[in-house]
C-alpha cells in the first residue's frame, strides 16, 4: 500500500499505466464526470488496461465494511470530495473467505478488520492484491464522499 498527495506521485516511478493514471487524476475535468465507469486505456483485444469507477455514496458505519481484495487490478483511490477511514491490513493465508474471488469482478472479500487509516480529500491510496482494504468507513463529520477508484491491469 502507498499513501500520499498528487504532489509527489510523479516520484514514484511505477511504471506507465501508473504515470497516465496519475495524469488523469490531475486533470481537473475528470473531477466533474458522472458517476460510473470510463474506460481511460484498452488493449487491441479489449482487455481494460485502465479505467477510472467514479463513485458517490454515504459512508457506513465499521460493521458494513468488509475487507476485499483483487488479483488482476491494483486501485487507486482518491477523493475529490470529502473524507473517510479505509481499513487495511495485508491480505494473509489465515484470513477466512467471507465472499470467494469472483474472477469476472476481481473481487472477494475476507473476514476480519483492518486498522483504519484516515482518507481525506487529495490524497491517495494505492492498493495492491496483497492489501486487504475496507473502503467507506464513516468518519465524525464526513458522511458522503465523492470518489474515483482507478483499476490498473497488472
Keep these: 500500500m502507498i499513501i500520499d498527495t498528487l504532489e509527489n506521485?510523479?516520484?514514484?516511478?511505477?511504471?506507465?499505466?501508473?504515470?497516465?493514471?496519475?495524469?488523469?487524476?490531475?486533470?481537473?475535468a475528470n473531477a466533474t464526470l458522472p458517476t460510473g465507469h470510463h474506460v481511460i486505456e484498452q488493449a487491441a483485444d479489449g482487455t481494460e488496461l485502465l479505467y477510472a469507477n467514479v463513485q458517490e455514496y454515504n459512508t457506513r458505519a465499521p460493521e458494513d465494511c468488509s475487507l476485499e481484495y483483487h488479483r488482476d487490478y491494483v486501485d487507486i483511490q482518491y477523493l475529490f470530495e470529502g473524507c473517510e477511514a479505509i481499513g487495511y491490513r495485508p491480505l494473509t493465508a489465515d484470513l477466512e473467505e467471507?465472499?470467494?474471488?469472483?474472477?469476472e469482478s476481481d473481487i472477494g472479500f475476507?473476514?476480519?478488520?483492518?486498522?483504519?487509516?484516515?482518507?481525506s480529500k487529495g490524497t491517495f491510496f494505492v492498493l495492491y492484491p496483497q492489501d486487504a482494504h475496507a473502503p467507506g468507513h464513516r468518519?465524525?463529520?464526513c458522511d458522503k464522499v465523492r470518489k474515483v477508484v482507478l483499476k490498473v491491469r497488472l
Design 9 to 28: 506521485a510523479g516520484k514514484l516511478n511505477l511504471g506507465p499505466l501508473f504515470d497516465k493514471a496519475f495524469a488523469w487524476l490531475n486533470d481537473p
Design 110 to 119: 475476507v473476514k476480519g478488520e483492518g486498522a483504519l487509516v484516515p482518507f
Design 98 to 103: 467471507l465472499k470467494p474471488y469472483n474472477a
Design 139 to 141: 468518519v465524525p463529520g
